[in-house]
């Protein structure tokens, strides 16, 4: 055990160290593409769902050391961000090496059965970062974590009903901005 | 587009909704954005995204479980469920009862989603819908209550899968998908000339079966006008928030102010599912003028029918011209080119406005669905007027250009229509306005000169006429501003069949100031924006008399009012592109005054703004051929005053882009004799040029090939005026090219053709008044007068050597 924990590392990261931050994430990233790849793999149509599979490989990693549920939280927003990476990296690949856009489409299993085009969703997603970071990281929370508002507000610190309604709000954006893309984003 | 201060201001204010929760969200937005209708519209748009959301989530704010469907449905046995969703479920349904056996899909709606007013028109409707048979609709069978009070329609079960996913599943082709489009307007097409409006055209709405054939589901019932979700309330009768319901990026804009749904609002749905279906190729420029035309904010800018636009979509598919006007020139065009010859020749012009109201259809005939219920012998009237007027004639106005029998048989069709209803003893004051203005419209179509008209110069006087009596009529009982403005409509057309057809100034002058009269009438109060773009468009009209009749002060005066006038509008009304556009005609029109009376040094500028803003909104809206017109009558005579200043180097530009604009107008409107004809003249303009800066060989060669394809143009019932027109410059360039044999060769082969045209009595004044100088040249030819003693061709006729 010559690594510190992940609580050790969490500690540090939200102390300001950014090395913290960065193992933390270097931990997180084999796990993350590995389900990014089981999911596209097993996927024919290129959707990805990943809500549940990101709790549980943040559970699998903190469960040795002991994590309180804020730490929980921040291990999963900083997993929902890693993982959107990996996502964005591995749809513009595939756009890349294709002639015909081919479309990779997250569903998200937050609620009912949304799908959303990834590049589009993460290009709206800077967009939203410039009006309102605090909700582009919701929905990052959200949509690419899977983590449940109890989890959003103990990462925040907004109350239930702050993160409810934050939430709707964001989502309304998103809708509008995806049902209106800026053009040659 | 999106400005993101204001993004923020909207969001605060979307959440402060959402925690006030106010009994009447639409009266607390307006209260908070009073005055500021971007903020406002934004909140909207997220509004209505929030609502789109929690529907295609099934309600993840407040999850309204599903009652368990009863075991049948009139004749039908409910079996499994095959989708859920917000407004309810889907059933497969097995009739078992009577003659016959099939499978059906039956939708239940959740009790309580469906406004009163909805359930109410479905059952006005269901007959209808019930008769609507296309192989392209999912048929609707029945529909009614369960015993609970929940609305179901039982209908057609499709077997198939959403637009969308079917394209990504099968890859299709771009052959594939236009033709999946083209099927959809099919369908919305052959609703529409039954009267049927779908109201929420979407990609999960298009079904595509295994076999390719596109079935519409959900038509007349898509969407629920209001939800009984939180945070939202439920809707006052009639109130805005139906217009939540709708599909984000697939509702047209007008439905945000809470419209009925027309034609338009279809056709809006189906550009925006064409930007998506098509998506790969949206940078393509025709499809994207495609989409942007379907898709226009203002319904009346949009494709007057679907068929139209399916019409653009094949065109663009086959790799033809995509035209969307295309109907032969009227009249009035000969006295058009005429003029602007004269203005780029003499580099002074008169002009007129040649353009269009490329009005889409009236929103009179749109009324239609709304009519039915309360008068039947009204709704047949105004249906089949509509369906003929909307469909037919639109038709064939755009195929059959110059097919004379064919236009005089619409005009009489849609003529038969109008007097049924205009001879019915009814006294309903709406029905009355709405023939009065079926009239107007219908005279619009037959003569106007500001459009494409039929040429029926006669009977559109006549229609205005009766029109103009039914107003009167109405006007005695009790004014009203629709009446002020109709008539008003009324008195413009006439000035300009006046002015245009049967030159007759006084009458013109007559109605354009009975036009104002009408206008001033509506009271102070009550003069909103539909008020101000009809006094400003009256005021255009009334620019074009002027400029007609060379009454240059009066219209330096009425440019300078209409721009003040522009000036005292709102905020965002000024901003609008309607108010940009009267703005550039009123430079337009200044510059082109400035330049006849020879102030060239202020012309040339007014002529340059007026250019570059018709440039600057044609880069907005792609192809618009009323601003390519624009873009060619402003930068060619604004090439010309500049050049008359010895300004050419810093003009030419102009020249260039007028020749741009028009050579992308004569491939357009590639049937449109009026943009070769205009093409023809910047040509000779160009040709001009080139002999300004002493580049005489390719100016020669230049105004030989317009000679060279007007000849091959010709043929028995061509006056010839246009060849010898083009051979007089010709004449004049080689003149100034010290090439006295062309020059001769030229003036004497013009003077031969104007002098066969005047012997059949088809020389205009215009040309004649050249006569005298060319017959003066022809001699001097003759003479063996060395060229640098040749005279003018025209020589000034006491009148015009006044000085102004």
Known sequence: ?185 | MTDPELDREAITLFEELLETDPADPDAWLNERTAGRDTLRARVQALRSADLAATLATGGALNHVTDAPPPERLGAYRIGERIGAGGMGSVYLATRDRGDFEHTAAIKIIKPGLLSERLVDRFRRERQILAQLRHPNIAQLFDGGETDDGSPYFIMEYVDGLPLLRWAESVEASREQRIDMLLQACAAVAFAHANLIVHRDITPSNVMVTPEGVVKLIDFGIARPTGLNLPPINPPSEGGSLQTLSLTPGYAAPERMTGAEPTTATDIFSLGKLAARLLEDDVNNPELAAIIARATRPNPEDRYGSVDRFAQDLRAWRDQRPVSSFSGGPGYAFRKFVARHKKTTFFSSAAVVLLIAAFAGTTVAYFAAERARAEEAQRFQDVRNLANYLLFDLNDQLRKVPGNTSARADLAARAQTYLDTLAASKNTNRDLRLETANGLIRLAEIQGSPVERNLGLGTDAKTNLVRAEAILGDLHKESDSPQIALAESRIDATLGLIAIYRDNDAETSLDRFARGQAALDRVADGQRDAKWRQAQAELTRNVMDRQSYNEEYDDLLAAADAQEAFLDSWPDDERASQIARLERAYAWYYRGSAQSLIEREAEAYPELRKAHDAFKTMEAETPNDTQLLYMIGWSGAEGYAAAARIGKVDESADLLFSARDAVKRLAAIEDRDESAKIMLITIEETYAQHLADIGDYPAAIEAQKHLVDIQIADMDETSAGTDVGWSEMILGGIAASAQDRKLACDSWTSALTRFNQAQANERLSAFHASFLSGLRANVERCRRGVPVTEFGPLRLPDPEESEDP
Do not use: C
């Not at chain 1, 924990?5 to 931050?21: F, H, K, P």
């Not at chain 1, 549980?56 to 291990?75: N, P, W, Y």
């Not at chain 1, 081919?102 to 967009?127: P, W």
């Open chain 1, 1 to 185: 055990m010559s690594d510190p924990n992940t609580a050790q590392l969490l500690a540090e990261w939200r102390g300001g160290a950014l090395d913290a931050r960065n193992a933390l994430i270097a931990r997180l990233h084999p796990e993350l593409t590995a389900i990014a790849a089981a999911r596209l793999r097993a996927d024919r149509n290129s959707s990805l769902s990943t809500g549940d599979l990101i709790n549980e490989a943040v559970i699998k990693l903190v469960a040795t050391d002991g994590l309180s549920l804020a730490d929980r939280g921040h291990m999963l927003a900083l997993a929902s961000r890693v993982m959107r990476n990996i996502l964005v990296d591995h749809a513009r690949a595939r756009n890349s090496d294709k002639r015909r856009h081919h479309k990779v489409e997250l569903t998200t299993e937050v609620e009912g059965n949304l799908r959303f085009d990834l590049i589009a969703l993460d290009s709206a997603l800077l967009r939203l970062k410039v009006v309102d970071a605090q909700l582009a990281e919701l929905v990052e929370m959200r949509y690419f974590g899977g983590m449940t508002v109890e989890d959003i507000a103990a990462v925040t610190g907004m109350s239930e009903p702050t993160v409810k309604r934050r939430w709707v709000v964001a989502r309304s954006w998103l809708l509008d901005a995806l049902n209106n893309p800026i053009e040659n984003d």
